[in-house]
């Protein structure tokens, strides 16, 4: 199976090196198995995905990250989150959800009362720095240093773009066989579920998002800018024990997306009222 065919009359020099297929006829097994994995190897870097072999275009840089909590809270929306894995592999998902904890008074954040431990310690460093933490000792959360000191902003859920067969495996090796097969829609609507559809690892914890070569941030070029009438702003998830921070409408995610982890009505209706009331302003100030 593995003999080369020679072209009748022509000759090969005795000197010329021999070709990977003679190489192949020669080995012993164990060797040939060496060689076919170093050509599975190489055919695979050769299709993978033209963002590996170039720094990405769109990515959000230093600067992006430097504004206060709330403010970068509402600007993640309408990003893409992008994990390159180690086979060079791209996961992309659109940010459609996230809270903003802005530590200090923030009685629901980690580092409440400037509280700094080994556990929270990104959420003190420089603004663009990956705070990755367990919740329920299985599961993990993502989030983003801000400005401030302290704060950060959790990514709770994304739309996914890119990679949705990979992110379907992920996930699936975290669910019982007999669980029924999750929708697009249900890949990255989550916290957690985010971090194993894009393979998020604890490891990430105090990387810079700005730089790191395996997750960054990016513009999508082709979308239209977030209007203010399309964020709701609503309370956080799962911190009904904080008082009245439970209340506060720290949470950001674009109306009407499927992927939004939670919706409230009552929010969105109460965010209709602020843009109208927005809108009266500045025609009362044009007058």
């Known amino acids: 199976m593995l003999a080369l065919a020679v072209s009748p009359g022509r000759s090969e020099s005795a000197n010329k090196p021999p070709n990977q297929t003679q190489l192949k006829r020669k080995a012993s097994p164990a060797k040939l198995k060496k060689l076919f994995v170093s050509d599975n190897v190489q055919n695979v870097v050769s299709e993978r995905s033209q963002y590996f072999t170039r720094e990405p275009q769109h990515r959000l840089g230093e600067d992006f990250f430097h504004q206060p909590c709330i403010s970068l809270a509402k600007a993640l929306l309408g990003k893409v989150l992008v994990r390159r894995c180690s086979d060079g592999t791209e996961l992309r998902g659109r940010i459609v959800e996230?809270?903003?904890?802005?530590?200090?008074?923030?009685?629901?954040?980690?580092?409440?009362?400037?509280?700094?431990?080994?556990?929270?310690?990104?959420?003190?460093?420089k603004p663009g720095t990956i705070y990755v933490y367990p919740i329920y000792g299985i599961y993990l959360c993502m989030n983003i240093s801000s400005e401030g000191e302290g704060a950060a902003v959790l990514l709770r859920s994304l739309e996914p773009l890119h990679g949705l067969p990979v992110m379907r495996e992920l996930r699936a090796a975290r669910r019982k066989e007999s669980a029924r097969q999750l929708k697009d829609k249900e890949l990255c609507n989550g916290p957690s579920k985010l971090c194993q559809a894009l393979n998020i690892p604890r490891c990430f914890d105090r990387r810079d998002l700005a730089s790191d070569p395996e997750v960054w941030l990016e513009?999508?070029?082709?979308?239209?800018?977030?209007?203010?009438q399309d964020i709701v702003s609503a309370p956080r998830i799962g911190i009904e024990s904080h008082g009245e921070w439970a209340k506060k409408p720290l949470r950001f995610y674009l109306r009407g997306h499927p992927c939004v982890s939670v919706v409230n009505k009552a929010a969105e209706v109460q965010s209709g009222n602020n843009k109208k009331i927005v809108c009266a302003n500045k025609t009362k100030t044009n007058l």
Do not use: C, Q, V, W
């Not at 513009?219 to 203010?228: A, G, L, T």
């Open 219 to 228: 513009r999508d070029p082709d979308e239209s800018p977030i209007k203010y």
């Open 98 to 125: 996230t809270e903003s904890y802005l530590g200090g008074e923030d009685k629901a954040s980690h580092s409440a009362g400037g509280r700094r431990t080994d556990r929270n310690l990104a959420m003190f460093m």
